[in-house]
Every structure is written in C-alpha cells, then in structure tokens.
C-alpha cells in the first residue's frame, strides 16, 4: 500500500483504504456508533458551554466579542481528547468539502510549524504533565508562556477556510469554550496587547477514558489537528500506539470483513 507523508509527497491510497475500512467490520461498527454519540455529546456540550458563557458575561454586565468571521483565537493551540479527534475524523469522511480543505491546507501548515520549530511539542509537554503531576503554579506559568508564544507564530488552524471554521458543529470543546468579552482587535496575535481569554470547560471531557474497542488507561489530549491527520493517515496503528488499545489493530485487520476489503484493494490496484 502506498503511503502519504506529511508534505504530500506520495499517493494517498493509505488514506482511501483507511476511509473505507474506518467502519467495517465488529469493531469498525462499534467505532461509528461511538463517534455519532460522540458528535451528540460534543453538540451538547457546545450548547451547554455557551449558556454559561452567556451567563458569564450577563453576571458581568460585559458583552461577548466573538462573532462569526473572527478568526483570531483559530491561532490557538488547540488540545483535544482522542476521543473528539474520532469524532472529528468521522465528520471529515461524511464532509468531503472539509476533509478535502483539510488535507489541502495540512501540508503547508505543518511544514510552517517545523519551521518556527514545533512549539507545538512544549505546549502538549507540559499539558501532559499536568494531566498526568496535577496542576500547580509553576506549571500554569509555563503552559501559559508556551501557548503564548505558539499564538504570536501568526499561523492559522488547517481547519480554516475564508476564516470559517470547516468542522464547527464538532470542534474541540477547547474551541468553543474559549471566549472574550475585550475588543476583538486585541485577539490579533501580533497585537502587543493581550486580550483576557476565558475557558468553559469540565472535567469530564478532559478526564473522560470512554472509547469504542476497550476502556482507555488514561486520558489522552493532543495537539488537534496533527492526531487527526495521524488518525486520517496511520488509522489503526496509530490509535494503537494509546495505552489500552495496543491489540486495536491486529484484531480489527484479523476481521474477516476487513480482510475481505484489504484483499480486495490491494487485488484492484
């Protein structure tokens, strides 16, 4: 099977025959229910999630900024579980606009992050460490400098087009928590002034170890769009890689429905 790098320098039939096994067979129908549950619980959340940023504001006598076409905050370093990452990849393979934008706009957007040096890799660090040690003051400082500087590198999320977001009934529940009641021209990443981000968001996403083949071992936040890509490119032995999930991929590829694709594409091509 040919395979696609992350600059798009090969075929994408990796990419095709992981769509179309994604949700074949006892497991890949597990997964499809999981992720149609999943967007249901992440459109309750967003809804959840505004109510309250409504009330934050109402409390304050403020008003929100955020309008649609600003683009700002899609400058973020966004983490999301594994589980909305499924999601969002189940949404891209029944939106073929998104997930054609998606892979468009992925290889020059990665290639921008290795060249300002994949800041990205010190916000996910340290995030993981307060996951993993609990929350402290020196940490917090430290996250908070680390997103800082990966806004200021002025680059824009793939999953923007014309500063609409492709996949906003299902984006990362980071996303839609994150709100400000200043001017939005202070949202500018190359604004000196900073604007006050607030955040609604619980426990019980960031926390949340629910998944489709076994209970997971921890939980699991990442950078966004680099684990939907790795989910859309590397599919199962990717997902593999999570702890609680390593015979994810040998059982699903010993699926005699899956088998019988895997045959039957490899015969075709």
Not at 137 to 153: G, V
Not at 175 to 182: E, K
Not at 231 to 239: G, Q, R
Request: hydrophobic share 35%; glycine share 4%.
């Amino acid at each position: 099977m040919n395979n696609m790098d992350e600059n798009g320098n090969k075929g994408i039939d990796r990419f095709k025959l992981n769509r179309e096994i994604a949700y074949k067979g006892r497991i890949g129908r597990l997964r499809e229910r999981f992720c149609i549950e999943q967007i249901k619980y992440i459109n309750a959340c967003h809804r959840q999630s505004a109510l309250e940023q409504i009330e934050y504001a109402k409390a304050r006598g403020e008003t929100i900024s955020c309008q649609k076409g600003c683009s700002f905050c899609c400058h973020f370093y966004v983490e999301a579980s594994l589980q909305e990452c499924e999601a969002i990849v189940y949404y891209l393979y029944h939106n073929e606009k998104a997930l054609h934008t998606f892979l468009g706009k992925y290889p020059q957007w990665r290639a921008k992050l290795r060249e300002k040096g994949d800041l990205f890799r010190r916000c996910e660090q340290i995030f993981c460490e307060m996951l993993a040690f609990g929350s402290n003051k020196p940490r917090e400082q430290a996250f908070e400098e680390a997103i800082r500087h990966y806004r200021q590198q002025n680059i824009s999320c793939p999953f923007l087009d014309n500063d609409l977001c492709v996949i906003y009934e299902v984006r990362p529940y980071t996303c839609a928590g994150l709100f400000v009641t200043t001017p939005p021209e202070l949202c500018n990443p190359l604004n000196p002034n900073e604007p006050k981000f607030n955040l609604t968001i619980t426990d019980e996403v960031m926390f949340d170890l629910s998944f489709y083949y076994k209970r997971l071992n921890q939980p699991n936040l990442m950078f966004m769009p680099v684990a939907v890509y790795e989910i859309l490119e590397k599919s199962l032995s990717y997902l593999s890689r999570f702890s609680g999930l390593e015979s994810l991929e040998y059982e699903v590829l010993n699926d005699p429905e899956v088998k019988e694709i895997i045959k039957s594409y490899n015969v075709s091509r």
